[in-house]
Structures are given as C-alpha cells and as structure tokens.
C-alpha cells in the first residue's frame, strides 16, 4: 500500500485494547530484576509484540495491548481492527468494539519497525498515561496475558474468515452484539444477534439444498428439525428466540438480559460451528 508522507513512514491509527490486555512472556518480566513487583515504570518494559502484514496493511501491536493498522482513513481503520478483535470472543476473551472516537492518527517507521509517533483522544489518553505508572499498577488489574504465538494465530484466523466480506461484517456484528450486551443495551444488542441467527439459519438450508415454499426462518427452522440438523431442544430454543424477537421488533417489548445474552450465546456457536 502507498503511502504519502515519506519513503519509510507510513501513516496509520492506533487504538488501546479494552479491557488491557498483555502480550508476552509474563515470567520473562517476573524474572526481570522483579520488575512486576518492584517500582519500574509499564514504559520501560513495553516493545513491539507483534509486526506483520493483515490484508496487505502493516499491523503493529505493542506489549500493552496497543494496536496500530496502517490505513489513511478512520473508518477502514474501525473496519480492519475490529475484524481482528471479533476474533478474540472465539476465544473467550472479553474484548469491546472500536469506535471511530478512540481511533488515534499514527506514524509506523516500516524500516525499524516501530511508532514514529501518535495521537490520543478520549479514554485512550487514560490508557497511555497508564505507561507513566508502576509496572505493579498495570498488573494488579488482572490483564488479559496472551503470548506473541497466540495473537498471530487470532489474526491469520481473523485474516482467513473475512476474506468474506458477508462472514467479516457478521463476526463485525457479533462484536458489536458482545458490546452492547455489556453496556446493558438490550435491544441493539438482540437486534445484532438475531441477524446472525437469521443469516446462519438460511445458510444451514440453502447448503444443506432444503426448499420450502414461501421460506420463512420459521419454516427453516421446522424443515432443518424434521431432516435431523437441529435437535429437537435446538428447534424449540431458535423459536423461542424468534418470539422474543417478534416481540422485540413489532411490539415495543425489550427483551431480558437473560434473552440477550442467550441470543448472543447461539449467535456465536452458529458462527463458530460454521467457520472454525
């Protein structure tokens, strides 16, 4: 990819991960002069974990979960990192959505492979200043710790599956589904859901090579029952489901936080089923 601000510099956006994450050999650190437990400060121990390309773009990430993509505007930056974060709830790990809000401008040095220089904004000045503290600060919070090996295997996974632009924006939903589940915001995030649902349910029929007059998701619902693909506890749980979604949609009715999160809960074993 061009760029248009040097031979070696490339520009880019970067943004924290939330909740932090570490990436790294954390017994390398305990075995460092004790420096988890003594008064060194994060800056001092943070280095870059991880420097490839993902969809032709150089994506760089830093020991504390600070992760830069090379792009020139805001909304493909949004686009391509939070694909690669979608990723990491197949994995359980608790991550939120990117916004354009806390997407920082960037400079990346391609030849020494580091950050010339960035930018931050929001919540994610809270997150850099973190670099300013103890070493001990960053850990007692319990950070997420994921070796090198780790991250760059998410990546070629989250690399392979949205090479599909449908499978990118429904694992995209997914993350949005996940966050708004932890925000408390109900609908938008059962809306999310069920789009996943709907569209993992129509994939199941139309591979399988099922047809139905008039299809419906209910129709394919009972047709995908009847030719054994889903158990009857399956069935009885999608059309439950769609209820609450039919409520939700056409009744005003916000669903419980039970509902959602079981929604969210089956969108994701739909995706995981059909793309790991």
Known sequence: ???????????????????????????????????????????????????????????????????????????EAQKLLNEILSLFLFEDIKVYKITQTSISVTKIDCE????????????????????????????????????SIEIENIIKKAEL?????????YMR???????????????CSFGASWKIIEYCIKWHFDIIGLHVKDYTVNKAIKKLNEHGFFSDNKADKLHCLRDKRNDSFH??????????????????????????
Request: proline share 3%.
């Open 251 to 276: 009744k005003g009715i916000t669903p419980s936080r039970d509902i959602v999160a079981k929604s969210y809960k089956t969108s994701k074993q739909f995706l995981k089923q059909i793309l790991l």
């Open 161 to 169: 599956i949205t090479s599909n632009d449908d499978w990118g924006r």
């Open 112 to 147: 020494n492979k580091v950050l010339v220089s960035s930018s931050h904004i929001g919540d994610q000045t809270r997150f850099y200043y973190r670099r300013d503290r103890p070493v001990y600060d960053f850990f007692i919070r319990k950070p997420v710790v994921l070796t």
């Open 1 to 75: 990819m061009e760029n248009d601000i040097g031979q070696n510099i490339l520009s880019g956006f970067g943004v924290y991960i939330d909740p932090p994450i570490w990436i790294g050999n954390i017994k390398d650190l305990s075995l460092n002069k004790g420096v988890i437990d003594g008064n060194g400060l994060l800056r001092d121990i943070i280095k870059v974990e991880f420097y490839q390309k993902y969809k032709n773009r150089v994506l760089l990430i830093q020991s504390d979960g600070y992760f830069v993509i090379e792009s020139k505007n805001t909304e």
């Open 173 to 187: 939903m997914l993350l949005k589904s996940y966050t708004e589940l932890l925000y408390l915001e109900n609908d």
